[in-house]
């Protein structure tokens, strides 16, 4: 069973920067789309960005110009360059691969890892 394991979170005051790594326990060469997603007190999971397999990337509005996605296929490894944060980036951060169902819906295809906390103080 494919694990993914999340690293890299802290506390940090905010304007500052924090990078997180997704190791996964498999092979992510056949992955299309890979991404990082985070939920905050009170919140739904939310799609933070997400890199595909021919390196396209896409990011939620909120992070735009401050996040980075990349991914390492060799390594089986997916990591998210944070900077300038804000308050509002506080939450768990997880990744995970996601394919599309026959009805458009995202199907994530991994077990949830424990992740990792973020938390940016004003």
């Known amino acids: 069973q494919v694990q993914l394991v999340e690293s890299g979170g802290g506390t940090v005051q905010a304007g500052g920067s924090l990078r997180l790594s997704c190791a996964v326990s498999?092979?992510?060469?056949?992955?299309?789309?890979m991404g990082w997603y985070r939920q905050a007190p009170g919140k739904q999971r939310e799609l933070v960005a997400a890199?595909?397999?021919?390196?396209?990337?896409k990011y939620a509005d909120s992070v735009k110009g401050r996040f980075t996605i990349s991914r390492d296929n060799a390594k089986s490894m997916v990591t998210l360059q944070m900077n300038r944060l804000k308050p509002e980036d506080t939450g768990v951060y997880y990744c995970?691969?996601?394919?599309?169902?026959?009805?458009?819906?995202?199907?994530?295809?991994?077990?949830w890892g424990q992740g990792t906390q973020v938390t940016v103080s004003s």
């Open positions: 890199v595909r397999s021919d390196e396209t990337t």
């Open positions: 995970n691969a996601e394919v599309e169902g026959p009805r458009g819906e995202v199907w994530y295809v991994f077990d």
């Open positions: 498999g092979s992510i060469f056949s992955i299309n789309v």
